[in-house]
Nanobody, 119 residues
Framework: QVQLVESGGGLVRAGGSLRLSCAAS????????INWYRQTPGKQRELVAA???????NYADSVKGRFTITRDNAKGTVYLQMNSLKPDDTAVYYC?????????????WGQGTQVTVSS
């Protein structure tokens, strides 16, 4: 049984910072790509940042220069450092990972964490 658990969301004023964490647990052989998505009501889920290994990263244009994704393989955790937050960043943020178990490889999702940025 694989679980992804996000934490670190909350309410912050515009210009502030938050750091989200996503911890993976279970019978995991390896974790390939790890992604952060976000979603607001009535909109499709949007890819915010992605990381493969520890050095290959990709960001949505809307967050480049403000968000940083990192991973700690020893802890099975990925982080999303969010700086200079804007009200438009308000959303539920989801962790998504491509995980290899004895049953094969597939994507898993966390339950989401709410980020609210006030103006």
């Amino acid at each position: 049984q694989v679980q992804l658990v996000e934490s670190g969301g909350g309410l912050v004023r515009a210009g502030g910072s938050l750091r989200l964490s996503c911890a993976a647990s279970g019978s995991i052989l390896s974790i390939d790509a790890i992604n952060w998505y976000r979603q607001t009501p009535g909109k499709q889920r949007e890819l915010v940042a992605a990381i493969v290994d520890t050095a290959i990263t990709n960001y949505a244009d809307s967050v480049k220069g403000r968000f940083t994704i990192t991973r700690d393989n020893a802890k099975g955790t990925v982080y999303l450092q969010m700086n200079s937050l804007k009200p438009d960043d308000t959303a539920v943020y989801y962790c998504n990972a491509f995980i290899h178990t004895l049953q094969g490889r597939k994507y898993y999702w966390g339950q989401g964490t709410q980020v609210t940025v006030s103006s």
